[in-house]
């Protein structure tokens, strides 16, 4: 990304890929790896707190804790799965959303302000290593190995003729495309919010402190009203592909679970 140049000689570089290589902390521990720690002691933390002594009428911890569990429960897993084997998998969604929630809620949290899904080994990690096992294993340990791969590259109803080009096009999307998609989805979100929120802000802040021209000082307060703006509508967008990845997650179970497509 070129730097921009002001009649007055100051350079603007707007910030790139070169923002999230963050140096270690200490040792080999970058703070993307702190904050990803933090997120798991914060959600256990909390919700061992809020349920301690539940009560019939809850309290505002309680209330807040049970809201999400529900909506994990409810709203994600029962949806996709089905009523008939979706409680066994209710705690892996569960933790799916509050985990990925909470770390890309981070992006927009005074301080810390960097969204750990941004890193792409982490969402990665997350979908080939939990997610992409889990499916196929419950898929297979349902239908036998012989009957799930029949029943997902050579469902009944399709014709012969075009069956060979079928099945190599869900063997594709089935075993590499879902995996690596369901990570970038909640990488290229996450990278691409925090990347233009730094360049709104520091934009702002560079109009209003290297520039000599009255003229240009005032696009700050524009620069930063938009910086405003987009952190709330990233907030929205953190929450939404928490959402994305929890539900597509419960998708691919309920999926591979299924008797028939």
């Known amino acids: 990304m070129a730097a921009l140049v002001l009649t007055e000689g100051a350079t603007f570089a707007p910030p790139g890929a070169e923002s999230f290589e963050l140096p270690p902390l200490f040792g080999f521990v970058t703070k993307p790896m702190l904050l990803v720690v933090l997120s798991v002691i914060i959600i256990a933390g909390y919700f061992l707190l809020a349920t ?18 529900d909506f994990a429960r409810n709203n994600i897993a029962r949806e996709q799965i089905g009523s008939k084997d979706f409680q066994r998998f209710v705690p892996v969604i569960f933790a799916l959303f509050t985990f990925i929630l909470l770390n ?3 992006g927009v949290i005074p301080f810390l302000q960097f969204p750990t899904m941004a890193r792409f080994g982490f969402p990665i990690a997350l979908s080939v290593l939990v997610v992409y096992p889990m499916y196929h294993y419950v898929g297979i340990k349902k239908h036998g190995l012989g009957g799930y791969f029949k029943k997902e590259l050579a469902p009944a109803g399709v014709p012969g003729a075009v069956l060979p080009l079928y099945a190599l096009i869900e063997f594709a999307e089935k ?42 000082k005032p696009v700050s307060l524009v620069a930063w009203i938009f910086a405003i703006g987009l952190t709330f509508l990233e907030a929205f967008i953190q929450c939404l592909q928490a959402y994305i990845f929890a539900l597509l997650s419960a998708g691919y179970i309920g999926a591979a679970l299924a008797s028939e497509h």
């Open 52 to 69: 301690r002594k539940l009560k019939v009428v809850p309290t505002k911890g309680q209330f807040v804790a049970e809201g999400i569990y």
């Open 104 to 106: 890309n809620l981070y």
């Open 175 to 216: 075993f590499f495309l879902n995996p690596l998609t369901l990570a970038i989805r909640v990488f290229a979100a996450m990278f691409a919010g925090h990347l233009i929120l730094a360049v709104f802000t520091l934009g702002g802040s560079f109009l209003l402190t290297e520039t000599s021209s009255i003229a240009l």
